[in-house]
């Protein structure tokens, strides 16, 4: 954000002189302040455009029959709101909160590769055009949903392998990133910082990057097979040619079961940093918490057929995934407790950053209730690609990803920017958002036990009424968030408000609160902090 | 001015509320017919109570906290940070409740898989976008049939007002009797895709190339709806799944009915037809067949669904013809028809769209071409 450069000039003492303007800047920064304010410009900007689709959706979804968009366009915009929403906004903001945070966190000058890092960003926009440029061509859109099942991805015009490369070039630009980020975390602390004392935002993002590394090849065989599928005549997916079409379901969430993960655990741990600066009170059960986030990433490998309950599998192994998925919900509930504990008899005030925490805690809880009523094999199989599904998975990518982020922001903006975000207005955004999140997931809960499909353009008269409610709680949910853009603008590219101090948190006392000035100096530790 | 403002909110509000009243808010699962359906019902339920008991000591725990222990009304931060005892309590309570859902769960869940010993054994097809069926065994054998959504066009694009069961009628529905068990064999023509009936509570994908299957045993005769659960393309809305159950003498009679449409529709493959019967026909193939991607009006939707109006295959070789519609065209949504219609539709079809719209060929295609394309 521009109030960096400001601080450029004077902070840098020793011989990184040379820095280009302009827009060269941002093209070959090497900075891992400059990374992540375009890695979070970037997914904010994906964020507004995967929301235009949804809006589009929920729209057409205003009454039954075919208003605004035909069936094929309708598939076209399910899977491209999941595919950017998921690769272009989630992922990259919790990377963008990694460039940030994790180097000032541990006390290190930078990111451990330097380069990489602007190679790992710029790979984004290139696959983001991609997407979009799918739109454009014979056929569209891929519209087989954003688990691109075969064979019904392998019947799609050429928007598929638009689709399938980008998704390629996210999956190389999050490898690289991850290793940079495990690098970063083992090799770059401070002296005195164990393990086992470093903030539990790293200690997450730590297990993120070995999830993301472990996973993002499995996607990326995945979706090589399909093209091979499509192009060069193998039938890996093929029941004809030798092929079974549910193996690509096995591989495909393999990856994607700790793929949520990978979009939670860095929520979990802002939400760690968050509720301990505002209760005033240390992390209860730091320890426990390291430990459960790693139960989590590790149970995260064995409960990935729980998608696929109604595919017909052998009753042993039903019975295996059930078991397992329903496993997750001990070290889960041990993290939900933990932030309570935190909370109990601390000091809380609620400002912003708190609130979206607090708010996330709630919301995301019932979120993890509904994960656990899915888990139960009997019942997921009424509830399968309902929308009791889609109301699950929006209450924790959304009320748990996206309000982390929000969180996140919030609390740290100050430290990025040098000013104090609007605090009036932040807490507009948190009762809006909060508000219309619910009046737009909470119905198809009830849409889903009813028996309405998902991914579906049209409806049965009955669904009507909670499809209108649902859509008028998404625009008013979408609108909210163009409050956030002007919130973060004012700050940042105008540089307006007041001006922040060095630790506007009372409770704050990581490295970047008790060390740096806000906003950071654009190299900071070049001598590394002694840690206690 | 302003009672006239007053009057029309008022107008507005009691629309409002009339539109509420009358609206079906339904929230929880269909009534259950079959013992499954009723068992998962069930296990929800218990699931939802203790749900809603951990939400109250949860959040009662929350909220108290954040009434009480605020700056503003001077709570001093104490610092402890671990507890073990109750960091053990946590997590074993937890584990033990989830012990306790887990055994009416694994009951249901093997109650699920047993499709031993059906009275009947259907077949069910998916293919892009209707369902055919094909009774394999016991009372009916032998009766197959294609079920497809009977709404009609003008009703989906708003131009007729929606029926009462809009999305969710066939011209077929399935057919069963009350009280026998019936085992459901699913598999697929083309993508995946999953036969649905939420007041059975049985949902099984239909995977090309594989059999998977189901069963269900409904207690109560009457028609029950559901909905193909799998995204399969551009029509995955449109393929509802109805079944109808009746007693078993409406059963048997129902065969009988069947068997003897069957007779009476087997035509004899080498029987030579005019272009104008073979016309006539293919329109009604044509309408059921392949107007939902072709369109009525044979422009299709380019580039996925081409049209066939001028297209080169249409008004080309009668051969390349007869070929595309039995195999299909790999790589795109183009089925192979030979699977699903018999000779005579498809020689019916192909001569309907050689003389339809702006396509003049005034060939016809008789069904003993299609039988020797076959082999």
Excluded at chain 1, 117 to 136: C, E, G, K, Q
Excluded at chain 1, 252 to 270: D, T
Excluded at chain 1, 393 to 408: N, P, Q, T
Aim: glycine share 8%; net charge neutral.
């Amino acid at each position: 954000m521009s109030a960096v450069i400001d601080t450029h000039g004077h902070a840098d003492h020793d011989g990184h002189g040379y820095q280009p303007s302009g827009l060269m800047r941002w093209v070959t920064t090497t900075n891992h302040k400059d990374i992540g304010t375009m890695y979070l410009w970037f997914s904010f900007t994906m964020l507004l455009l995967g929301g235009v689709l949804a809006l589009t959706l929920r729209l057409e979804l205003f009454r039954p029959g075919i208003q605004i968009v035909n069936p094929e366009f309708f598939n076209q915009l399910t899977t491209m709101h999941g595919l950017i929403m998921v690769f272009g906004a989630i992922m990259p903001a919790f990377v963008g909160f990694a460039n940030w945070q994790i180097p000032m966190m541990i006390g290190a000058p930078d990111m451990a590769f330097a380069r990489m890092n602007n190679w790992s960003f710029w790979l984004l926009p290139v696959a983001a055009s991609l997407l979009v440029i799918s739109f454009f061509v014979p056929g569209g859109a891929p519209a087989a949903g954003w688990t691109i099942y075969a064979p019904l991805s392998t019947q799609m015009g050429p928007g598929m392998d638009l689709g399938i490369f980008a998704l390629h070039i996210m999956g190389a630009s999050s490898i690289m990133g991850s290793i940079n980020i495990v690098t970063t975390i083992l090799n770059m602390r401070a002296p005195g910082m164990t393990l086992m004392k470093m903030p539990m935002f790293v200690w997450t993002w730590l297990i993120t990057a070995y999830l993301l590394i472990a996973v993002m090849p499995v996607l990326a065989g995945a979706i090589t097979m399909v093209l091979a599928d499509r192009h060069f005549g193998t039938s890996f997916f093929n029941a004809a040619g030798g092929g079974d079409p549910v193996m690509f379901q096995h591989i495909f969430w393999f990856f994607g079961h700790p793929e949520v993960y990978i979009m939670i655990l860095p929520a979990f741990g802002i939400i760690s940093q968050v509720i301990p600066t505002f209760a005033r009170k240390p992390l209860f059960g730091y320890a426990s918490m390291v430990y459960a986030t790693s139960s989590i990433a590790i149970l995260s490998f064995i409960v990935w057929a729980h998608h696929m309950f109604t595919v017909g599998m052998p009753t042993a192994g039903l019975l295996f995934f059930m078991y397992a998925t329903m496993l997750i919900a001990v070290p889960t509930g041990v993290k939900v407790f933990n932030w309570l504990a935190t909370m109990w008899k601390g000091s809380m005030t609620f400002e912003t950053p708190m609130l979206f925490a607090v708010g996330f805690i709630f919301v995301f809880t019932m979120g993890g209730f509904t994960g656990l009523m899915l888990a139960i094999m009997p019942v997921d199989v009424q509830l399968q690609d309902t929308y009791y599904v889609v109301a699950h998975f929006h209450y924790v990518l959304v009320a748990g990803s996206l309000y982390a982020i929000f969180a996140g922001t919030y609390f740290w903006i100050p430290k990025w920017t040098g000013r104090m975000y609007d605090e009036t207005l932040g807490e507009w955004h948190f009762w809006l958002s909060l508000v219309f999140f619910n009046i737009t997931f909470f119905p198809m809960h009830f849409l889903g036990l009813a028996g309405m499909p998902r991914r579906i353009p049209d409806y049965a008269s009955q669904f009507t009424e909670f499809n209108q409610i649902a859509t008028v709680g998404a625009f008013g949910f979408g609108l909210s968030q163009l409050l956030f853009l002007y919130i973060v603008l004012k700050v940042s590219v105008f540089a307006k408000g007041e001006k922040a101090p060095a630790k506007p948190w009372e409770g704050a006392d990581t490295l970047e609160w008790t060390h740096l000035p806000s906003p950071a100096p654009y190299h900071s530790f070049h001598e590394a902090p002694e840690v206690k | 001015m302003n009672n006239k403002l007053g009057r029309l909110t008022g107008g507005l509000l009691l629309a409002l509320y009339a539109e509420l009243a009358s609206a079906a808010y339904q929230l929880n699962f269909q009534a259950p017919v079959t013992r499954i359906a009723s068992e998962i019902y069930d296990l929800h339920m218990l699931m939802m109570y203790v749900i809603l008991v951990i939400f109250c000591v949860v959040f009662g725990v929350m909220f108290y906290s954040i009434y009480a222990h605020r700056k503003s009304v001077g709570h001093k931060a104490e610092q402890f940070h671990e507890n073990t005892t109750v960091e053990i309590i946590w997590t074993v309570i937890p584990f033990l409740i989830l012990i306790g859902m887990a055994w009416p769960a694994t009951k249901t869940l093997i109650a699920f898989k047993d499709t031993a010993n059906p009275d009947l054994t259907i077949k069910a097809t998916g293919y892009q976008w209707k369902w055919g069926y094909d009774y394999i065994k016991g009372e009916g054998e032998g009766v197959a049939f294609l079920s497809a959504l009977s709404t009609p066009q003008d009703q989906i694009h708003n131009q007729k007002p929606k029926g009462e069961n809009y999305l969710l009628e066939v011209d077929n529905p399935l057919v069963v009797p009350v009280g026998k068990k019936v085992r459901i064999l699913t598999t697929a023509n083309d993508v995946i895709h999953s036969f649905w009936v939420p007041a059975f509570g049985i949902k099984q994908d239909a995977i090309p190339g594989f059999v998977r299957d189901t069963w269900f045993k409904a207690d109560k005769e009457g028609t029950y709806r559901g909905q193909c659960a799998e995204l399969c393309g551009k029509d995955h809305g449109f393929m509802p799944i109805v079944v109808e159950v009746v007693s078993a003498e409406k059963y048997t009679q129902w065969v009988a009915e069947q068997k003897k449409k069957t007779a009476a529709a087997a035509e004899d493959p080498n029987k030579q037809w005019t272009a104008g019967e073979l016309i006539a026909k293919g329109e009604k193939v044509y309408a059921a067949s392949c107007a939902a991607c072709h369109q009525p009006t044979g422009k299709g939707l380019p580039p996925a669904f081409p049209a066939l109006d001028g297209s080169k295959i249409a008004t080309g070789d009668k051969n390349a013809h007869i070929d595309i519609v039995l195999n299909g065209k790999t790589g795109t949504a183009m089925t192979a028809f030979g699977k699903q219609l018999s000779d005579t539709d498809i020689a019916a079809v192909i001569t309907y769209e050689r003389n339809a719209w702006g396509n003049k060929k005034g060939d016809a295609v008789q069904p003993a071409e299609v039988k020797a394309a076959r082999k």
